[in-house]
C-alpha cells in the first residue's frame, strides 16, 4: 500500500497528469481486450474463416465488408450497451477535479465519455457513428446497426458506396491532429498515467517514451508487463485495485 500511496502523492503533487488508456480498462466493464492473456488478436483461431487482423484490415473490408458485420453484429456493437467500469468513472471523476487533463485512448467504445469525462481524444476513433467512405457521408451508429441485423452490408443510400464505423482500421492512418496534441501534451506534462495498454502499437505506444525523453514521470498499471516498465517511476498490475486505492485517496465520489 505504500507505493500506492508513493504514487498518489505524485500524481498529487503533479501540476499536469496526463492519461493514456488501452482495452484493459474496459475488461472491468466485460469487454474482452486485444493483445491480453486472453486477447482477441493472441487466439491464433480463425473467425469466419480469416484471420483475426483480417476483420480490422481496411483492404479486407473493401473486399469483404459482409465478414465484417458479421464479426460487428455480434461481437463489435454490444460494446455499446456496456457500462463504465471503476477504470472510466475514477479517471472522468479525476478529471472533473482537475487532477487529470486530456485522456488519450485507444478504445473504440465510447465508455470513457459515458462515464462523463469531458475531455477525450479517441485516438483509434469510436463506434460513436460510421460513414460512407465513397462519398463521406455520416450515420448514427444506432442506425447501422440496427439495418445490419437485417441487411448483410448497410451500403449508403445516396451512392451505394460501403460504410464503416469510424473507427481506424489497419492500412489507415491516425487523425494526424489528434495525434499530434496527444505527442504534444506527453512531452509537456509532468506526469503520464497508462492504464490498460499493453503498449505494442503505434504511434501511440510511442507517447510514453516521449514523456520519458522529455524528463516527465509515467506511472504504469497493466496487467502484464510492457516494454515501458522499465522507464516508469511505478509500475502496478490490478486496474481494478489502483482505481479503488486512488478514489480512496483523492476522496472522489465514483461508483464501485
Request: net charge positive; with cysteine.
Amino acid at each position: 500500500m505504500n507505493e500506492y500511496k508513493n504514487c498518489f502523492e505524485l500524481l498529487n503533487t503533479s501540476r499536469k497528469t496526463a492519461v493514456l488508456t488501452g482495452a484493459g480498462v474496459s475488461t472491468l466493464s466485460g469487454i474482452s481486450d486485444f493483445r491480453g492473456a486472453n486477447g482477441f488478436y493472441t487466439k491464433k483461431s480463425l473467425l469466419y474463416g480469416v484471420s483475426r487482423e483480417q476483420l480490422f484490415d481496411i483492404d479486407f473490408f473493401r473486399r469483404r465488408p459482409e465478414v465484417f458485420y458479421q464479426y460487428a453484429r455480434e461481437y463489435l456493437y454490444p460494446m455499446l450497451d456496456k457500462v463504465p467500469s471503476i477504470a472510466h468513472t475514477t479517471l472522468a471523476a479525476m478529471q472533473k477535479r482537475k487532477l487529470c487533463t486530456t485522456i488519450f485512448t485507444q478504445n473504440i467504445d465510447t465508455l470513457h465519455t459515458k462515464a462523463g469525462a469531458t475531455d477525450c481524444v479517441e485516438l483509434h476513433g469510436s463506434l460513436r457513428e460510421h460513414f460512407c467512405i465513397n462519398c463521406g457521408k455520416s450515420f448514427p451508429t444506432a442506425d447501422i446497426r440496427a439495418r445490419a441485423e437485417k441487411e448483410a452490408v448497410p451500403r449508403c443510400g445516396e451512392c451505394s458506396g460501403l460504410i464503416k464505423p469510424r473507427v481506424v482500421f489497419f492500412g489507415e492512418s491516425l487523425d494526424q491532429d489528434d495525434l499530434e496534441r496527444a505527442f504534444r501534451e506527453c512531452a509537456a506534462c509532468d506526469v503520464l498515467l497508462v492504464l490498460g495498454s499493453s503498449l505494442t502499437v503505434t504511434p501511440v505506444a510511442n507517447l510514453p517514451m516521449t514523456a520519458v525523453g522529455a524528463g516527465k514521470k509515467v506511472v504504469i498499471v497493466n496487467a502484464q508487463p510492457t516494454p515501458v516498465d522499465r522507464y516508469a517511476a511505478f509500475t502496478f498490475d490490478d486496474i481494478a485495485q489502483f482505481c479503488t486505492e486512488m478514489a480512496r485517496f483523492f476522496k472522489l465520489d465514483v461508483q464501485r
